[in-house]
């Protein structure tokens, strides 16, 4: 056989050898403990005492075996003693002496020590023993694993992460009373994925390792990492556990076998949800918009068939909906805020899918919410419910929000009462909102009615306005008669009333009572009252999301006639209100306009003849100059608006000011 030949065979050798030696049982080269021997390494634990006196026997249990024990003998100087011991029909006899030999054992099981020889008042010995057992190994596998957070998802030192790593702390600890040696400590990782073995041999699906002798209260540490299995979507995580379990066994000085145990169970974690409700700016007022309805076929799903335009102010109402688990959630109801009829949604946007959500899914909404009407609006939490794989669960947003908004809020009641042929209609004006209001209230008397003279002027005698303060108008034309009164301040919380009288043969058809009123930050607005058609009430609600003011045919009340004294059995009915913008940019829109009516008030009187002068001047302006001062007119009237809101909330200073300067504007480009 050449050289070459040798060398190929030494190495196919050396590789056999090698894989065979990882088969063989894992080893260490501090496997057994130092002391071995019997006679002087057993280790003893106390197990008592007992006094035998002569010729009696006293039994005892030790280590789950009954050992019988006697005095046979003493000697004269009471130093020794003659002690048989009995085990399962077995006897042994020995002398045990006080100062030398005073020991036996059974077996290496169980050990006799002589202590003391007493004698009672009958001179009676007695063999005083204590008792030793054989001390014996007792081991403890305590496993734990490592917490981390996954995603933002906290996973507990008993959960599992799909596809994530987790690190198994193994300690084996001797909580016995003797050593053990050859201690092999086997670990099932139960179908997991072994990333860090850490001194383990991996092998069958099993980590080993031989961790050689343990003394008493010793322990030692080991640790490894694993990692869970991806989930597949549709096995329920509930079902998917993994149960890490260790078996250790070893040999004690008498070479019995000892073995024990310890696992640890892994489950998965629970889905979790973020829900989250934002308000964004709590506080607003009533501003004036207008609606343009949209054709259905350009609105989707999400989004409305109707436009707000002309709202200044608003509130944006936003739910989101975070994923914050490691699962997937499916078929969620949610139960969103419900938002209050005198909010209209003026605009939506959404994004995400609720229904299914992955694991990094997220919903939105978006709401902007446009007042109707002044008020202090609540919105509940946001709750989330499912069922995930028979497990039901579920989320709420933190808190609850609120938003106030301000403005008057105009009601107009019409009622009419009947007895016999004779009526009286009441017309009742209330500020329900925490701002004031300028009110123009206009009403018509139908021709085919006889209206009784002077009835509306003696109704404002000894009210809380005093009647000159009403600018109270009525004029005819063909007959019917139209009333109206402008110029006055309707606080917060205040409310006016007037009436008149009137008789016919018939039931009356009366149309509804028009309030026109105009509040701070240019809002204003128009509200009407309920309408009679042959004496029955007919209701109207402000809903310009549907067109404006609507009624319902089916809450027409029939007036009742009354014999003896005038009862109104009408009920009074706060109408929303709403308000709509001044100029109409669409033809097409759906636009209620406030158009403001002349009439000869204390005020209308002021404005009359500065509105004139204003008028004079501007055609002169524009006579005179012609395009190139074309601004100019529109400069003067602007002036003229300020004007007419400085005399409306009684700035007399400021507009006999602002008339000087137009005065030597006019005059300066006259001379010219």
């Known amino acids: 056989m050449g050289k070459t030949e040798k060398c190929i065979l030494c190495l196919l050798c050396l590789t056999a050898l090698l894989l065979f030696s990882s088969y063989l049982p894992l080893a260490s080269a501090n496997t057994e403990c130092p002391c071995g021997d019997l006679d002087d390494c057993v280790e003893w634990v106390s197990a008592g005492s007992v006094s035998v006196q002569w010729g009696q026997v006293q039994t005892v249990e030790v280590n789950g075996e009954y050992y019988t024990f006697r005095a046979d003998d003493f000697d004269k100087g009471l130093s020794a003693a003659l002690i048989s011991i009995e085990r399962d029909g077995v006897v042994r006899k020995e002398f045990l002496f006080l ?28 063999a005083n023993l204590n008792l030793f057992s054989r001390g014996r190994p007792e081991l403890e596998i305590n496993i734990n694993a490592s917490s981390e957070t996954v995603d933002g998802v906290n996973v507990t030192s008993k959960q599992y992460a799909p596809g994530e790593e987790k ?15 050859n201690v092999m400590l086997k670990v099932d990782v139960a179908g997991m994925r072994v990333r860090s073995k850490e001194g383990f041999e991996y092998r069958d699906g099993s980590l080993k390792k031989n961790v050689g002798c343990l003394e008493a209260n010793e322990s030692i540490k080991m640790n490894f990492t694993v990692v869970a299995p991806e989930w597949d979507g549709k096995t329920s995580p509930y079902d998917i556990y993994y149960n890490i379990s260790a078996i250790t066994t070893g040999y004690d ?70 994923n914050m688990g490691l699962y997937a959630i499916d078929d969620m109801d949610i139960q969103f805020v419900t938002i209050p009829d005198d909010l209209a949604i003026s605009e939506i946007y959404e994004s995400g899918d609720y229904s299914t959500m992955d694991t990094d899914g997220q919903y939105y909404l978006g709401q902007k919410l446009v007042p109707i009407s002044p008020d202090k609006y609540t919105f509940d939490k946001v709750v989330v419910t499912t069922n995930f794989f028979g497990e039901n669960f579920s989320w709420m947003s933190d808190s609850v929000n609120t938003t106030t908004v301000h403005g008057p809020h105009i009601v107009v009641d019409k009622n ?45 005698e000894g009210s809380d306005l005093p009647l000159s303060e009403w600018d109270l108008n009525i004029k005819v034309v063909n ?81 009742a006639s009354i014999a003896v004294q005038e009862i109104n059995l009408s009920e009074n009915t706060d109408n929303e209100l709403y308000s709509v913008d001044d100029e109409l940019p669409d033809t097409s829109d759906v636009v209620l306009e406030v158009e403001q009516e002349s009439s000869p008030s204390f005020l209308s009187k002021i404005l009359s003849p500065i509105t004139s002068i204003f008028d004079k001047a501007q055609q002169f302006v524009s006579n005179t100059f012609g395009g190139l001062l074309g601004g100019i007119s529109s400069v003067l009237g602007m002036v003229e608006n300020s004007a007419v809101d400085a005399v409306e909330n009684y700035l007399y200073a400021v507009v006999i000011g602002i008339a000087l300067v137009v005065f030597l504007v006019v005059y300066t480009l006259i001379s010219k």
């Open 479 to 559: 007959g019917t008669q139209f009333v109206s009164v402008e110029g006055v301040l309707l606080p917060p919380g205040s409310t006016l009333s007037m009436s008149y009288e009137f008789s016919a043969e018939d039931l009356p058809d009366l149309p509804a009572a028009i309030c026109e009123f105009k509040s701070l930050w240019g809002y204003k607005g128009e509200v009407q009252s309920s309408f009679y058609v042959s004496g029955a009430e007919v209701k109207q609600y402000w809903k310009p999301l549907n067109g404006g003011w609507i009624s319902n045919p089916d809450d027409a009340v029939e007036i």
């Open 167 to 181: 690190t198994v702390n193994v300690e084996v600890t001797n909580n016995g009373n003797a050593w053990i040696e």
């Open 253 to 322: 000085i008498k070479d019995d076998v000892y073995e024990f145990n310890g696992s640890l169970n892994l489950s998965c974690t629970d889905p979790g949800l973020k829900v989250t409700l934002e308000l964004v700016n709590s506080e607003i007022n009533m501003s004036s918009w207008y609606v343009k309805q949209l054709d259905k076929s350009t609105s989707s799903s999400s989004s409305l068939d109707y436009e707000i335009r002309g709202a200044d102010e608003y509130s944006l109402l936003r739910t989101r909906i975070y």
């Open 99 to 126: 100062n030398d030999d005073s020991q036996l054992d059974w077996d290496h099981e169980v050990k006799v020590e002589l202590t003391n020889i007493s004698v009672d008042s009958y001179k009676t010995p007695s």
């Open 416 to 460: 009419l009462t009947r007895y016999d042929s004779k009526y009286t209609v009441t017309l009742d004006l209330s500020n329900d909102g925490d701002r004031a209001a300028w009110i123009k209230l206009n009403d018509t008397i139908p021709d085919d009615v006889n209206y009784v003279s002077g009835s509306l002027e003696k109704s404002l």
